[in-house]
């Protein structure tokens, strides 16, 4: 069973930058589809990026060209870069592990959360 964590949240000022990093253990990295999602107050977790075994990215169109989703097979760490932050990008992030086909993720399994508040 795979197990996931998240680090790297907090406090930023929009505008500003943060890197959250998911650390996988339990299963051979990389072979495991990735994924993260967020979930803002009031509102149903949704999907934000996932990168196949073979490095093919995908992004939710509010963060194409903000986020960036990287792998660190060696490390079997997970990234999310996200760059110029806005208050709506406030929430929970949560990493995954999950299956790939094409553009589509499923998710199957989840870390526990990390929190990204942009305020000023």
């Known amino acids: 069973q795979v197990q996931l964590v998240e680090s790297g949240g907090g406090l930023v000022q929009p505008g500003g930058s943060l890197r959250l990093s998911c650390a996988a253990s339990?299963?051979?990295?990389?072979?495991?589809?990735l994924g993260w999602y967020r979930q803002a107050p009031g509102k149903k977790r949704e999907w934000v990026a996932h990168?196949?075994?073979?490095?093919?990215?995908n992004y939710v169109a509010s963060v194409k060209g903000r986020f960036t989703i990287s792998r660190d097979n060696g490390q079997n760490t997970m990234y999310l870069q996200m760059n110029s932050l806005e208050p709506e990008d406030t929430a929970v992030y949560y990493c995954?592990?999950?299956?790939?086909?094409?553009?589509?993720?499923?998710?199957?399994?989840w870390g526990q959360g990390t929190q990204v508040t942009v305020s000023s």
């Open positions: 990168i196949t075994p073979d490095g093919h990215t």
């Open positions: 339990g299963g051979i990295f990389s072979d495991l589809a």
């Open positions: 995954s592990q999950g299956y790939a086909r094409g553009n589509l993720y499923r998710p199957d399994v």
